[in-house]
């Protein structure tokens, strides 16, 4: 198993994905299970923090389950973002992809259609960056704002991949 979380619109679906078909792995997009459920339940208990960080913590467990229960050969998109998800998958490797600059963020979000007010962006890189300064201090994760290094990263990690089963993980 393998974790590409990151800023949002820094390009972890299309470096997952494409990642996904190259080496047959399960892609699995946690912002698409989170999208999915809102959808679903119309449950917006916990709107202020899915405003600050896009992530429902409401759906944290049943995001979890379907985490560990992935086939060992996956790619997770998306996951961990936060210190929860981080400790439930120690063994896992982390890769990190950044933007370089706000204004790519805001850019991106306009030619995606996203109307959301530039407050929502900055409170959600406020968010990743505090949880990213935690990660850092806790374990060792591979940080970049080049989607070809992250790439080139992700690569080494799923040839790995291919040579053995994966690494399981348990609640």
Same mark, same amino acid.
């Given at each position: 198993?393998?974790?590409? $979380?990151?800023?949002?619109?820094? !390009?972890?679906?299309?470096?997952? %994905? ?11 997009? %946690? +912002?698409?299970?989170? =999208?999915?459920?809102? #959808? ?8 202020? *923090? ?7 913590? #409401? *759906? ?7 985490? $560990? !229960?992935?086939? *060992? ?7 961990? =973002?936060?210190? !929860? ?9 982390? &890769? &990190?992809?950044?933007?370089? *600059?706000?204004? &790519?963020?805001? &850019? ?5 259609? =996203? ?28 940080? $970049? ?16 991949? +291919? $040579?053995?089963? +994966? ?5």
């Amino acid at each position: 198993m393998i974790c590409l $979380t990151g800023l949002p619109l820094a !390009g972890k679906t299309t470096l997952a %994905t494409k990642l996904a078909a190259e080496f047959n792995l399960t892609y699995i997009s %946690t +912002g698409d299970i989170v =999208r999915g459920m809102g #959808k679903i339940e119309k449950d917006f208990a916990d709107l202020e *923090h899915i405003k600050k960080t896009g992530y429902s913590a #409401k *759906h944290d467990g049943y995001i979890n389950r379907i985490i $560990t !229960g992935a086939p *060992h050969k996956s790619i997770i998109d998306g996951y961990p =973002r936060n210190m !929860g998800q981080a400790n439930l998958v120690k063994q896992v490797p982390i &890769v &990190v992809l950044l933007v370089e *600059h706000i204004n &790519v963020i805001a &850019v991106r979000a306009k030619a995606r259609g =996203r109307d959301e007010l530039d407050n929502y962006w900055l409170e959600r890189i406020k968010s990743f960056d505090r949880f990213l300064s935690k990660l850092n201090k806790s374990r060792a994760v591979l940080i $970049t704002t080049k989607q070809e290094v992250a790439y080139e990263w992700l690569r080494v990690l799923a040839e790995a991949h +291919g $040579t053995n089963t +994966g690494i399981p993980i348990k609640l």
